[in-house]
């Protein structure tokens, strides 16, 4: 029985990383007076690394030239980098992906509820909630530093599922990179994996299904494994776990 879906947040509701978070790291990084810039394929590899803290931590452990920073240094930079990332979504420079806003609120109209799993830092869900009016569809948000080890360890998943009070087999995850479908699978979720900008060339294999992204009428998403298209609605996820 389906009663809730599990959204990432990063590349899987918007194309954020790019345009978004990297240039808002970078914006902090200038500010701070530091001689780092991460252009786009740096940061491409850098996204192994989930969490900003991590991955500016990750970057230093690396960087023979760069000055040696402390666990609070780093947390008043990501700050900072919040602060620049919240108010690029708040300008309204990223929209969701196609698909997003309407399964939401159809799987809201139809009674499942609706979940957050994601290593951003809560207040940029907020952000891009907030901006694209579905804050208040959304039941459980399990973000950031809620749990220590973030994906591809399963805790976020496992945090929310418990907070919706469901077992695993009774929600679907949606993910768009490898890291994110490892958790969502260690937390035995079924998963929908729309790849994103940064990460097509990942492997997804264990995905229940994998998408260009969920589709409009309109203009359908392509099924990467059989080319079909594709309009992920709640009766297409339904018929889908009827099928297995
Ligand atoms: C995305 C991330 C995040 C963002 C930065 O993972 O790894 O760390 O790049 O967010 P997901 P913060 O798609 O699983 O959300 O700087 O707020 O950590
Ligand atoms: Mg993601």
């Not at 509701?13 to 001689?35: I, V, Y």
Request: with cysteine; net charge negative; charged share 30%.
């Amino acid at each position: 029985m389906l009663r809730a879906l599990v959204f990432d947040v990063d590349g899987t509701l918007a194309e954020t990383e790019r345009d978004g978070h990297r240039m808002a790291f970078n914006r902090a990084f200038a500010e701070a007076g530091l001689p780092i810039v991460w252009d786009e394929a740096t940061y491409g590899e850098l996204l192994r690394v989930t969490g900003g803290k991590e991955r500016i931590r990750h970057f230093l452990d690396r960087c023979p030239d760069c000055p040696a920073l402390d666990e609070a240094a780093i947390a008043a930079l990501h700050r900072k980098k919040t602060e620049h990332y919240t108010a690029w979504v708040r300008s309204g420079a990223v929209q969701l992906r196609p698909g997003v806003a309407r399964l939401v609120r159809e799987a809201e109209a139809e009674g499942l509820r609706l979940a957050v799993a994601t290593t951003t830092t809560p207040d940029n869900v907020e952000a891009l909630l907030g901006r694209a009016g579905l804050r208040g569809s959304f039941h459980v948000i399990g973000a950031g530093d809620i749990v220590p080890a973030k994906k591809p360890a399963p805790d976020v998943y496992l945090w929310v599922l418990e907070r919706l009070d469901l077992a695993p087999d009774e929600a679907i995850a949606f993910e768009d990179s490898e890291n994110g479908l490892r958790a969502a699978l260690a937390a035995g979720l079924r998963t929908v994996v729309t790849p994103s900008f940064y990460t097509r060339g990942e492997v997804f294999d264990g995905a229940w299904a994998l998408l260009s992204d969920l589709g409009e009428p309109e203009r359908p998403a392509t099924d990467l494994r059989t080319g079909r298209p594709v309009v992920v609605d709640v009766n297409w996820l339904r018929a889908r776990l009827e099928g297995e």
